[in-house]
T-cell receptor
Framework: TQLLEQSPQFLSIQEGENLTVYCNSSSVFSSLQWYRQEPGEGPVLLVTVVTGGEVKKLKRLTFQFGDARKDSSLHITAAQPGDTGLYLCARPFGNTPLVFGKGTRLSVIA | DADVTQTPRNRITKTGKRIMLECSQTKGHDRMYWYRQDPGLGLQLIYYSFDVKDINKGEISDGYSVSRQAQAKFSLSLESAIPNQTALYFC????????????FGSGTRLTVV
C-alpha cells in the first residue's frame, strides 16, 4: 500500500521559475513533514505541518497542509540552483516510525 | 562533529560476507532508526529502536540484524551480504514525539559484488 504519493517524480526547471510539488494520501494525517536531501547527504527536515489549512513559509519555500489533512504542497518561488535536491514528505502512522514518500527530484538549471 | 555519524561512508564487499554498519549520535535521543534508500523506491525502514532495550523490525528486515549497544549507538549487520542489498543506508534519530522530526546521518553507500 502506497501511503504517500508524491508528484511529480522528476522536475527540471530554469533558474527563476516557480514550482509546486505535491504529497497526497487517501487517509488523514495527524501531521506531515517535508525534508530535502542533497546528493551525498541524508535528508534534512524543512518543516512540520500539523493543522489543517496551515501555511508555513521558509524564505522562498511555502508549505501548505490541506484543509482535510490528506494532502500537502510545497511551492518554491524563483527557484535557484541551490534548491536542487530530492524533496521528501513523511508522515507518522500510529506510534510507528515515519513513512516516507518516494520523493520529487528537482533540478534547477542556471 | 556531526550529530549523527555513520561509518563507513562507503564500502564494497563480496557476496556472502558479514558486514556491520555503525551509527552513533550526540543528540541524546532515545529513538534510532535504520533506513535503506534505493533509486525510485524512497526510504524503506529496516529496523528501529525506541530505547536501549527495544528492537523492532521494519518493513524490510529480512537479511539484516541490529544491535543497540547504548543510547548513542545503533549498528546494522548484514549477516551474509547479497548483491540486491547494494543501496544507500541511513541511520536517523528522533526525540520522543513524531512531530519533532528526524536527524539523519550522511549515509553509507554499500556495494555488494
Amino acid at each position: 500500500t502506497q501511503l504517500l504519493e508524491q508528484s511529480p517524480q522528476f522536475l527540471s526547471i530554469q533558474e527563476g521559475e516557480n514550482l509546486t510539488v505535491y504529497c497526497n494520501s487517501s487517509s488523514v494525517f495527524s501531521s506531515l513533514q517535508w525534508y530535502r536531501q542533497e546528493p551525498g547527504e541524508g535528508p534534512v527536515l524543512l518543516v512540520t505541518v500539523v493543522t489543517g489549512g496551515e501555511v508555513k513559509k521558509l524564505k522562498r519555500l511555502t508549505f501548505q497542509f490541506g484543509d482535510a489533512r490528506k494532502d500537502s504542497s510545497l511551492h518554491i518561488t524563483a527557484a535557484q540552483p541551490g534548491d536542487t535536491g530530492l524533496y521528501l514528505c513523511a508522515r507518522p502512522f500510529g506510534n510507528t516510525p515515519l513513512v516516507f514518500g518516494k520523493g520529487t527530484r528537482l533540478s534547477v538549471i542556471a | 562533529d556531526a550529530d549523527v555519524t555513520q561509518t563507513p561512508r562507503n564500502r564494497i564487499t563480496k557476496t556472502g560476507k558479514r558486514i556491520m554498519l555503525e551509527c552513533s549520535q550526540t543528540k541524546g535521543h532515545d529513538r534510532m532508526y535504520w533506513y535503506r534508500q534505493d533509486p525510485g523506491l524512497g526510504l524503506q525502514l529496516i529496523y528501529y529502536s525506541f530505547d536501549v532495550k527495544d528492537i523492532n523490525k521494519g518493513e524490510i528486515s529480512d537479511g539484516y540484524s541490529v544491535s543497540r549497544q547504548a543510547q548513542a549507538k545503533f549498528s546494522l549487520s548484514l549477516e551474509s551480504a547479497i548483491p540486491n542489498q547494494t543501496a544507500l543506508y541511513f541511520c536517523a534519530t528522533s526525540d520522543t514525539g513524531q512531530v519533532k522530526g528526524y536527524t539523519f546521518g550522511s549515509g553509507t553507500r554499500l556495494t555488494v559484488v
